[in-house]
């Protein structure tokens, strides 16, 4: 799998993740290009759960033999935790999209919304995922 299959997987993983948590799905990667630049901004997961908007930023990473340390994996990437790639640039990016979405959907800036943030580590040779779900990460 290239990274690009391995980040749709990792969405599909995330809806389907917090959908069992009882969260609505409204939207899936939106994109907005800014005003002030060339810049594209995208939210990969907008959901709902009780009166609270999550726009929900999925990072995935893949081992591919869980029984070697990652150093020794040849994926540099995996030297560091998926969450660790949302930076405080990253984290502003979605914030202006965030309110791109809601000035589009017509809510107001002042409804209660939030910045999330799911890690998700899969592992090829088992099939299995480690999803890490961080709230309201926003700073």
């Not at 690009?4 to 959908?19: F, P």
């Not at 009780?50 to 893949?62: A, N, R, W, Y």
């Amino acid at each position: 799998m290239n990274s690009k299959q391995i980040g749709i997987l990792g969405e599909k993983i995330a809806s389907k993740y917090l959908q069992n948590k009882g969260y609505q799905i409204l939207d899936k990667n939106y994109s907005s290009k800014f005003v002030s630049g060339p810049n594209r901004g995208e939210i990969d997961i907008v959901a709902k759960k009780k009166d609270v908007i999550s726009f929900v930023e999925v990072k995935t990473l893949s081992q591919i033999n869980r029984a070697l340390p990652p150093v020794y994996q040849g994926d540099p990437a995996s030297l560091i935790e998926p969450e660790e790639k949302v930076n405080f640039q990253k984290q502003r990016k979605i914030i202006k999209t965030a309110e791109s979405w809601l000035m589009a959907k017509k809510i107001p800036l002042d409804a209660k919304w939030q910045i999330d943030v799911i890690s998700i580590k899969i592992d090829l040779a088992d099939k299995k995922a480690k999803i890490r779900h961080f709230k309201n990460t926003a700073c």
